[in-house]
C-alpha cells in the first residue's frame, strides 16, 4: 500500500486527526525530496484536499481555507501543464466540489461575502444543485431577490421535490400557480403528489399573510391526505396562527408539535415568545433547557435562553445584560433573523435604553412589516419616552400596513387612552376592537383601566367576569383586574379570592401581591376605625351616667 493509498484510507476512515498529521508530513517530504517522486501531482493534489478537508471538520476553518484555495491553485497549474488532464479522475475531486467545500469553510467563519465569490467563480453550466441551493442562500442574505429567484428555479427543475427551494420561492412572491406548473412540469407524467400541490398551497397563503387561508389548508392536509401528527404541518399551522395573533391556539398547537417531537427546532423561538406573553416561566425554563441540549449552532435554543432570563422575577443588570448577550448570539447563527431583534428590543427596553430599543424595532418592521410585535415595541417605546406624536403615527401605519383587527385597534386605543382629551375614542376603538374579537383580553385590559378611571367599578367587575367565563385559559391579570374593581366595591372578600387565584395561576405576578397587602391594610383600618368608634360611644355613655349622677348630687346639696 502505497503512502497515498494510507492517506485516502485514512480519510475514508474519518480519521481527520490522523489524516492531518500524514498528510503534512508526505507533503514537506515532496517539497524537500523533488528526486524521488513519492507522490504524483494528482495525488499531490488530492492530498491537500484531504489535508483541508480534515481541518474544516476539526473546526481550524482558516488554515483550511488557505490549503483549499492552494489545492485549486495546484491543480490550475498541472492542468496548464497536463493540457486539461490531471490523472485518474475517479482519484481527484472536481474543482466544483473542492470550491463549494471552500464555501462551507467560509460560512462557517461568517464570511458570505467571499463565500458568495467563490461560488459565483464556478460556471454557470457547471453548477449543480447544492452550488445553486447555497447560491441562493447567499442571494438572499444580500437582497438579491431575483437572482435568488433563477437559483431556486434551477433546485426544482433537477429536484422537483425540493421542498426548501419551493417555499423559498413562495416565500419570495412568486405564484402559487407558477411554482406548481414548475414542479409539476419536472415531475414524471401521471404522478400522483396531491398532497404536494395542497403543500404548495398552504405555503403560499403563508407567504402572501393569508393566515386563515393558510390554516384552513394545512388542516384539510392534515383531515384529508393521511398526514395527521405530521410535525412539518403543524408547525406550518402554529406559525400561521402566531402571525395571525392567535397565541393561545398557537401554544396549542406547539405543545402538541413537543409532545410529538421534543427535538423539533424550526419555530420554537416563537413558542419562547408566546409563553414569555402568557408568563409561563416553568414552561419557558423547560423549553430553553431542551432547546440547548439539542443543539448550540442554532438561534432557537438562544432565543429561548434570552426569554428565561429576561422573565424571572429578580431583573438585576447582569441578568438583562445577559439576556442581551443571548440574543446577540442567535443574530449570529442567522442574520437578520427577527426574532433576535425582538428579543434585544425587549432586553434595551428593561435597561432604559429606549433609543437603542427603537432602532432595532425599526429595523424589524423593514424586515418583516407584518410583524405586529414589531409596531407594539416600538409604539410602547414612543410611550415611554413621551412622544405620543410618533406613538400615534405609528398606530395609523400599523393599521394601513396590518389592517384593522382587534390587536391593530387595541393598539392604537391604548395610545389615546393616554390622553383625556381621546378617551372617547379609545373607548370607539375597542368596543369595534371586542366585535373584531369578543375573547381578545388586550381590549378588555384597556377598557378596564378606563373604568377604574371612571370609577365605573360595577360595569367593569361585569365586564371582567364575563371575560372569565368564555376564555379557555384564565390569565392572572384578569383575576386582579376583577379583585381591584371588587375592592374599591368593598367587597373585600371576593377581591382577596380573585387575588389568590392570580397568584395560583403566576405565583411572581406582583400586582396581585400588592393587592392583597391594599385590602389587607384597608381591612386593618376599619377595624382601627371601628374600635374606636365603639370607644368614642362607650365614653359617651359613661359621661351621660356621670351627668345624672352630678345632676343627682346637686339636687341634694340644692335641698
Known amino acids: 500500500?502505497?503512502?497515498?493509498?494510507?492517506?485516502?484510507?485514512?480519510?475514508?476512515?474519518?480519521?481527520?486527526?490522523?489524516?492531518?498529521?500524514?498528510?503534512?508530513?508526505?507533503?514537506?517530504?515532496?517539497?524537500?525530496?523533488?528526486?524521488?517522486?513519492?507522490?504524483?501531482?494528482?495525488?499531490?493534489?488530492?492530498?491537500?484536499?484531504f489535508l483541508a478537508d480534515s481541518l474544516c471538520y476539526l473546526t481550524e476553518f482558516k488554515k483550511s481555507e488557505c490549503i483549499y484555495r492552494k489545492a485549486l491553485l495546484f491543480k490550475k497549474a498541472i492542468n496548464k501543464v497536463a493540457k486539461g488532464k490531471c490523472g485518474n479522475v475517479t482519484e481527484i475531486t472536481t474543482d466544483v466540489e473542492v470550491k463549494y467545500r471552500l464555501y462551507n469553510c467560509l460560512t462557517k467563519m461568517e464570511q458570505d461575502k467571499e463565500a458568495l465569490n467563490v461560488l459565483e467563480s464556478i460556471n454557470t453550466k457547471q453548477r449543480n444543485s447544492k452550488v445553486n441551493l447555497a447560491l441562493a442562500k447567499l442571494y438572499l442574505k444580500d437582497g438579491r431577490d431575483r437572482s435568488a429567484i433563477t437559483c431556486y428555479k434551477e433546485v426544482v427543475r433537477e429536484h422537483p421535490m425540493a421542498l426548501e427551494a419551493i417555499n423559498g420561492l413562495l416565500s419570495l412572491g412568486m405564484k402559487s400557480a407558477?411554482?406548481?406548473?414548475?414542479?409539476?412540469?419536472?415531475?414524471?407524467?401521471?404522478?400522483?403528489?396531491?398532497?404536494?400541490?395542497?403543500?404548495?398551497?398552504?405555503?403560499?397563503?403563508?407567504?402572501?399573510?393569508?393566515?386563515?387561508?393558510?390554516?384552513?389548508?394545512?388542516?384539510?392536509?392534515?383531515?384529508?391526505?393521511?398526514?395527521?401528527?405530521?410535525?412539518?404541518?403543524?408547525?406550518?399551522?402554529?406559525?400561521?396562527?402566531?402571525?395571525?395573533?392567535?397565541?393561545?391556539?398557537?401554544?396549542?398547537?406547539?405543545?402538541?408539535?413537543?409532545?410529538?417531537?421534543?427535538y423539533y427546532m424550526k419555530n420554537m423561538d416563537l413558542y419562547a415568545y408566546i409563553l414569555v406573553r402568557e408568563r409561563s416561566s416553568k414552561e419557558l425554563q423547560s423549553l430553553a433547557h431542551d432547546l440547548i441540549a439539542i443543539s448550540e449552532q442554532a438561534p432557537e435554543p438562544w432565543i429561548a435562553l434570552g426569554y428565561m432570563t429576561l422573565i424571572c422575577s429578580n431583573k438585576t443588570r447582569e441578568k438583562l445584560s445577559r439576556a442581551l448577550y443571548f440574543g446577540v448570539k442567535a443574530?449570529?447563527?442567522?442574520?437578520?433573523?427577527?426574532?433576535?431583534?425582538?428579543?434585544?428590543?425587549?432586553?434595551?427596553?428593561?435597561?432604559?435604553?429606549?433609543?437603542?430599543?427603537?432602532?432595532?424595532?425599526?429595523?424589524?418592521?423593514?424586515?418583516?412589516?407584518?410583524?405586529?410585535?414589531?409596531?407594539?415595541?416600538?409604539?410602547?417605546?414612543?410611550?415611554?419616552?413621551?412622544?405620543?406624536?410618533?406613538?400615534?403615527?405609528?398606530?395609523?401605519?400599523?393599521?394601513?400596513?396590518?389592517?384593522?383587527?382587534?390587536?391593530?385597534?387595541?393598539l392604537s386605543a391604548s395610545v389615546l387612552a393616554k390622553d383625556p382629551s381621546t378617551i372617547s375614542k379609545a373607548k370607539q376603538y375597542l368596543e369595534k376592537a371586542m366585535r373584531f374579537d369578543p375573547t381578545y383580553v388586550e381590549a378588555?385590559?384597556?377598557?378596564?383601566?378606563?373604568?377604574?378611571?371612571?370609577?365605573?367599578?360595577?360595569?367593569?367587575?361585569?365586564?371582567?367576569?364575563?371575560?372569565?367565563?368564555?376564555?379557555?385559559?384564565?390569565?392572572?391579570?384578569?383575576?386582579?383586574?376583577?379583585?381591584?374593581?371588587?375592592?374599591?366595591?368593598?367587597?373585600?372578600?371576593?377581591?382577596?379570592?380573585?387575588?389568590?387565584?392570580?397568584l395560583g395561576i403566576d405565583p411572581n405576578y406582583s400586582r396581585?401581591?400588592?393587592?392583597?397587602?391594599?385590602?389587607?391594610?384597608?381591612?386593618?383600618?376599619?377595624?382601627?376605625?371601628?374600635?374606636?368608634?365603639?370607644?368614642?360611644?362607650?365614653?359617651?355613655?359613661?359621661?351621660?351616667?356621670?351627668?345624672?349622677?352630678?345632676?343627682?348630687w346637686s339636687e341634694a346639696e340644692f335641698n
Open 444 to 502: 378588555v385590559y384597556i377598557t378596564a383601566e378606563i373604568l377604574m378611571q371612571e370609577k365605573a367599578y360595577q360595569q367593569g367587575i361585569e365586564i371582567l367576569k364575563k371575560q372569565l367565563s368564555v376564555q379557555t385559559k384564565t390569565s392572572a391579570r384578569l383575576h386582579q383586574l376583577l379583585g381591584d374593581f371588587q375592592a374599591q366595591m368593598g367587597f373585600y372578600a371576593d377581591a382577596l379570592s380573585q387575588y389568590s387565584t392570580a
Open 178 to 262: 407558477d411554482v406548481e406548473a414548475l414542479v409539476m412540469n419536472s415531475l414524471p407524467h401521471g404522478s400522483n403528489y396531491d398532497w404536494l400541490t395542497v403543500w404548495i398551497k398552504g405555503h403560499s397563503y403563508l407567504a402572501s399573510k393569508e393566515y386563515n387561508y393558510a390554516v384552513s389548508t394545512f388542516k384539510l392536509m392534515e383531515s384529508k391526505l393521511n398526514l395527521r401528527d405530521s410535525v412539518p404541518i403543524l408547525s406550518a399551522i402554529a406559525e400561521s396562527k402566531f402571525y395571525d395573533g392567535n397565541y393561545q391556539q398557537a401554544m396549542l398547537v406547539f405543545q402538541r408539535i413537543r409532545s410529538l417531537d421534543p
Open 512 to 552: 396581585a401581591k400588592k393587592g392583597i397587602e391594599r385590602v389587607e391594610k384597608q381591612n386593618v383600618d376599619l377595624e382601627t376605625d371601628t374600635e374606636a368608634e365603639d370607644m368614642r360611644a362607650s365614653d359617651n355613655d359613661i359621661e351621660f351616667e356621670g351627668s345624672d349622677l352630678d345632676s343627682t
Open 1 to 49: 500500500m502505497t503512502l497515498f493509498d494510507n492517506i485516502k484510507q485514512l480519510h475514508q476512515s474519518e480519521l481527520y486527526g490522523e489524516v492531518k498529521q500524514l498528510a503534512t508530513i508526505a507533503l514537506t517530504l515532496c517539497d524537500n525530496n523533488t528526486e524521488a517522486e513519492l507522490l504524483s501531482p494528482s495525488q499531490r493534489y488530492q492530498v491537500l484536499v
Open 331 to 410: 443574530y449570529t447563527f442567522k442574520p437578520k433573523l427577527v426574532e433576535a431583534l425582538l428579543l434585544k428590543g425587549s432586553t434595551l427596553v428593561e435597561l432604559k435604553k429606549t433609543q437603542d430599543a427603537i432602532v432595532h424595532y425599526q429595523e424589524v418592521v423593514r424586515l418583516a412589516p407584518h410583524r405586529f410585535e414589531a409596531y407594539q415595541g416600538l409604539i410602547n417605546c414612543y410611550l415611554i419616552s413621551w412622544r405620543m406624536k410618533d406613538a400615534i403615527s405609528w398606530c395609523g401605519r400599523a393599521m394601513r400596513t396590518l389592517g384593522n383587527s382587534a390587536r391593530t385597534l387595541t
